[in-house]
C-alpha cells in the first residue's frame, strides 16, 4: 500500500476522512482491487466499512466472487454491511445494490457489435488473442450468444463482422458526447439526475466486470475504453 493510499484508509478508519468529489475514494478503491497481500486488503476494507460510499459497492461484490479467502470474504461483507447502513434510499432499491445481478453489463444489441466490444476490451487490455478472457467477459455478462457457446464460435458465424466500422462509431460517439459536455459547462447548464444517475451507474458496472476479470492494474484504460464501447449496446 503507497504512504497515500495508507494516509487516506487511516482518516476513514478514524472517522476524519473528507472528499467532496469523491477523487480520494476512488484512489483508494483502485488500490483494494491491486492489494496484494492480505494485510493491506483487510485494512482497505476497514476504512471503506467506515467511510466508504455507495460506489464502492460493484468493487466489493466482485471481489467477494473472485476471492475464495475466509478473511477476506468477512472483510469485504462487513465492508459492505458498512456502506449499507449510511445509504437512506428507497428500500428496495438499497437491496437491489447489493444483487449481483444488477451489476452485470446487460446485452442487448446484436452478435456482432458483442464481438466488438469484447475486442476493444481485449486490445486496450493486451489481450488481443486471449480467447479464454474474451469467453470470461461473456460468463460475466447478462448475455444470450446462442445458439453459439463461445467467442470464437461467433467469429466464425460472421465472417462479414466489421469490428473497424464499429470502433469507428465508438470513437465518434466519444468526440460527440465530448463536445456535447464542454457545451453544457461553457453555457452552465445543469445534467438532469437521471442522465447523472445513469451515466454513473453505467460506470460502475463497468468497475464490477474489470474487477471480476481481475484487470485492475489496467482499470483507468479499460474503463474509459469499456464506458465509451458500451455506446454499441444502444443501438
Known amino acids: 500500500m503507497t504512504l497515500e493510499t495508507r494516509t487516506l484508509v487511516t482518516s476513514m478508519i478514524n472517522g476524519y476522512f473528507i472528499d467532496p468529489d469523491g477523487a480520494k ?12 497481500n492480505q494485510e493491506d486488503f483487510i ?13 464502492a459497492i460493484p468493487t466489493l461484490m466482485a471481489l467477494f466472487k473472485v476471492n475464495e479467502s475466509g478473511p477476506f470474504k468477512v472483510a469485504i461483507s462487513n465492508a459492505l454491511e458498512g456502506i449499507r447502513s449510511r445509504l437512506i434510499w428507497d428500500k428496495a432499491f438499497v437491496e437491489r445494490l447489493f444483487d449481483f445481478d444488477f451489476w452485470k453489463i446487460s446485452w442487448r444489441a446484436g452478435h456482432e ?21 474474451a469467453n470470461n467477459i461473456l ?17 466464425v458465424a460472421f465472417p462479414n463482422w ?12 466519444a468526440f460527440q458526447e465530448t463536445s456535447f459536455s464542454e457545451l453544457v459547462r461553457e ?40 464506458s465509451m464501447a458500451q455506446c454499441l449496446n444502444y443501438k
Open 43 to 55: 485494512e482497505i476494507c476497514k476504512g471503506i466499512e467506515r467511510q466508504g460510499s455507495w460506489y
Open 25 to 36: 475514494e476512488s484512489t483508494v478503491i483502485q488500490a483494494l482491487r491491486t492489494a496484494d
Open 113 to 133: 457489435r458483442l464481438l466488438s466490444f469484447i475486442t476493444i476490451i481485449l486490445n486496450i487490455s493486451n489481450n488481443a488473442e486471449n480467447e479464454s478472457l
Open 187 to 226: 453555457m452552465r447548464l445543469p445534467e438532469s439526475l437521471e442522465t447523472q444517475f445513469k451515466n454513473t451507474v453505467v460506470g460502475m458496472k463497468c468497475d464490477y466486470l474489470i474487477t471480476l476479470l481481475k484487470l485492475g492494474a489496467q482499470h483507468k484504460d479499460i474503463h474509459i475504453a469499456m
Open 139 to 155: 460468463i460475466q455478462c447478462e448475455v444470450d450468444i446462442s445458439p453459439y457457446t463461445t467467442f470464437g464460435e461467433m467469429k
Open 162 to 173: 466489421n469490428f473497424e466500422k464499429d470502433l469507428k462509431e465508438v470513437i465518434d460517439t
